[in-house]
Nanobody
Framework: VQLQASGGGLVQAGGSLRLSCAAS????????MNWFRQIPGKQRELVAT???????DYRGSAQGRFTISRDNAKNMVYLQMNSLRPEDTAVYYC???????????????WGQGTQVTVSS
């Protein structure tokens, strides 16, 4: 199983970016999908969560500016980020709770991260 994140880049304050994350491999079902971010020198922090049924939760400053969504048929999760601020600069990671075919217990997998840089 692999998670591949994309969509990061350099944007001016107030701008928008849309991150994507594709899960591939021996996947039976994906339950929870998350976006985390990590600022240099700080711990990785949870940004947003979405369940398989589409229930969402946002942490901190993401509330009201970011939108998490997913496409279960494509095993994709997205993060639409609007009104970006310099303090949103971080490496963003996708994370998913995946049950593989033939397994009885799911586990969490991480993507490789995509850099988001917001200039002032």
């Amino acid at each position: 199983v692999q998670l591949q994140a994309s969509g990061g880049g350099l944007v001016q304050a107030g701008g928008s970016l849309r991150l994507s994350c594709a899960a591939s491999g021996n996947i039976f079902r994906i339950e929870i999908m998350n976006w985390f971010r990590q600022i240099p020198g700080k711990q990785r922090e949870l940004v947003a969560t979405i369940t398989r049924r589409g229930a969402t939760d946002y942490r901190g400053s993401a509330q009201g500016r970011f939108t998490i969504s997913r496409d279960n048929a494509k095993n994709m999760v997205y993060l639409q980020m609007n009104s970006l601020r310099p303090e949103d600069t971080a490496v963003y990671y996708c994370n998913a709770d995946i049950l593989q075919y033939g397994m009885e217990v799911s586990r969490y997998y991480w993507g490789q991260g995509t850099q988001v840089t917001v200039s002032s």
